[in-house]
């Protein structure tokens, strides 16, 4: 075991920990926990963001997708990254207007039912489980590889320490450690790029005309159609990568964290610049994985290519450039699960058993004991699925979560925000329709079920032909909250003039 990978570990697991410890002392109230009590920066939400959205999906994920599969791996950078306009438009100072802490605060602005608040605490538990996945995966692909242990021992370790974030530490805790994870995380991706280009006499021209003949793919490597053979499927992808992000639970919490909606639109402006330079960098790690590293080294370490750019920093820099690569996407998994769990604890806590379960009359010590124990519940549950999808690329698995986010979140966000007649039959029928038919149709599909044994969970032909639903279960949730609302025939026409006028102005944002 290499001395240089178990100092670098220790080094950032230690540095985390004292964030935790001093963020503990300052989290008394159940706002601080979700929220960090509103009193992030634009530039500090930003990069903690940043930190989000650059998970071991992006890191791992997509470094590998492009080594392996060359421009078809590119569309998971451009869908992440187009999504923000989606975010920055639509999404987010209404968001921070009419939210509190949670989703289903912003959805009952309008709406003040506890079905609604319950449904939409289920499908932000679901898509929190689902994008929990993929970050223990690619945790547990990349501790086995440095440390040589069971996988089941890795992805147990990575569990035990986002619970300890979340439980002592909250938003505080999770947000620190995302905005120094982000910034470590930057700078490695660019120390490698710059070494890449450097490879090519940094010459962007030669860079890709050598790489028509450094992969067995050859010049098939830099044009589309390599794994997404079928146009209907890349387009379907795209769908849910660009749509799915106003969707993600985590994502949404963390424009509560700042004060008003001037500074949610400015922590997105930060975010969308960190994330462009980010996702622009991942051609080079993928580029590099191919030429320097190889295809069959790069399988042989992980099926699913999720230990690319450790392998590439191996390569270029020696064990110190690969330790240190390796301890900063261990702290990108780490803030990433961290914010995960608290958005699904957060679900529970303040919605369903808040106030569902106790109408609301809660103290702030009940509900600080129910978040906690939810986010244990969530972490265990995680790490469970997780032990069975070892071999599935964590890439992938993210785009599911956001096919989820996209088909059940994103309508009812949109038909709340600017759609008079909407209803609470529509916006419970929205979310069910969009969220039952991403995971039946995600059960059926290649995904789940291949003849090629050890390439889907399954053995056998897939029902659905599409890997991605969400070019259906998308519209399938738009259409059940249309359907939803016409036959109910309810209107409420003054709460949405009063959720309109909120979420354009901030006024009252604070809701009961």
């Known amino acids: 075991m290499n001395p240089t990978v178990i100092i670098l570990f220790l080094l950032i697991v230690l540095s985390t920990l004292v964030v935790t410890y001093y963020a503990a002392k300052r989290t008394k109230t159940t706002s601080e926990f979700y929220t960090a009590g509103g009193g992030l920066t634009g530039w500090q939400n930003g990069l903690a963001i940043a930190g989000d959205y650059l998970s071991a999906a992006s890191f791992l994920g997509i470094a590998g997708a492009i080594a392996l599969t060359g421009f078809d791996g590119f569309f998971f950078s451009l869908g992440y990254l ?30 003040d039912a506890k079905k609604v608040r319950g449904v939409a605490a289920i499908s932000t538990i679901t898509i929190v489980i689902f994008y929990m996945i993929a970050q223990l995966v690619g945790a547990g692909a990349l501790i086995q590889l440095l440390f040589n242990i069971d996988y089941w021992v890795a992805v147990l370790i ?93 994502i949404l919490m963390r424009f509560f964290t700042v004060r008003d909606a001037k500074t949610a639109r400015s922590s997105v402006m930060w975010a969308t610049w960190i994330v462009g330079v980010f996702y622009i960098l991942t051609i080079f790690l993928g580029f590099g994985a191919a030429a320097f590293v190889g295809s069959d080294t790069i399988v042989a370490a992980n099926s699913a290519g999720n230990m690319a750019a450790p392998l590439l920093a191996e390569v270029l820099g020696g064990d110190f450039l690969m330790s240190f690569i390796s301890a900063v996407a261990f702290a990108t998994i780490l803030a990433v699960v961290a914010g995960l769990v608290l958005s699904g604890a957060s679900a529970f806590a303040h919605d369903i058993y808040g106030q569902i ?58 038909y709340t925000i600017y759609w008079k007649r909407f209803n609470t039959a529509g916006a419970v029928t929205a979310m069910l329709s969009g969220l039952i038919s991403a995971l039946v149709l995600v059960s059926m599909s290649p995904s789940v079920f291949s003849p090629v044994e050890g390439a889907a969970i399954f053995v056998g032909d897939p029902i659905f032909p599409l890997t991605n639903p969400a070019i259906v279960s998308v519209p399938l949730g738009f259409l059940g909250g249309l359907v939803g609302t016409v036959l109910s025939g309810k209107k409420d026409l003054t709460r949405f003039a009063e959720v309109k006028f909120r979420a354009n102005t901030g006024f009252r944002k604070e809701t009961k």
Request: contains cysteine; glycine residues 6%; aromatic residues 10%.
């Open 82 to 111: 187009v999504a923000y306009l989606v975010v920055l438009f639509i999404v987010a100072e209404p968001l921070r207007n009419l939210g509190k802490y949670t989703l289903a605060d912003m959805i009952n602005s309008r709406f």
């Open 158 to 250: 990575v569990g035990v320490m986002m619970t300890i974030y979340v439980l002592f530490g909250g938003m505080t805790a999770t947000s620190w450690v995302q905005i120094i994870k982000a910034v470590l995380l930057m700078a490695a991706t660019v120390v490698i790029s710059f070494i890449v280009l450097s490879k090519f006499n940094f010459n962007i021209s030669t860079m890709f005309s050598e790489m028509k003949t450094a992969t067995p793919l050859g010049e098939d490597y830099l044009n589309p159609g390599v794994k997404y053979k079928v146009p209907l499927d890349t387009l379907s992808l795209m769908t849910a990568l660009v749509l799915g992000t106003a969707g993600l639970p985590h």
């Open 357 to 414: 379960i106790k109408k609301g009359k809660v103290t702030e010590k009940q509900q600080m004991y129910a978040a906690k124990y939810a986010s244990v519940g969530v972490a265990i549950l995680s790490i469970l699925i997780a032990l069975f999808a070892q071999n599935m690329n964590v890439a992938f698995l993210v785009s599911l979560a956001f096919c989820i986010a996209g088909s059940a979140n994103l309508p009812v966000i949109i």
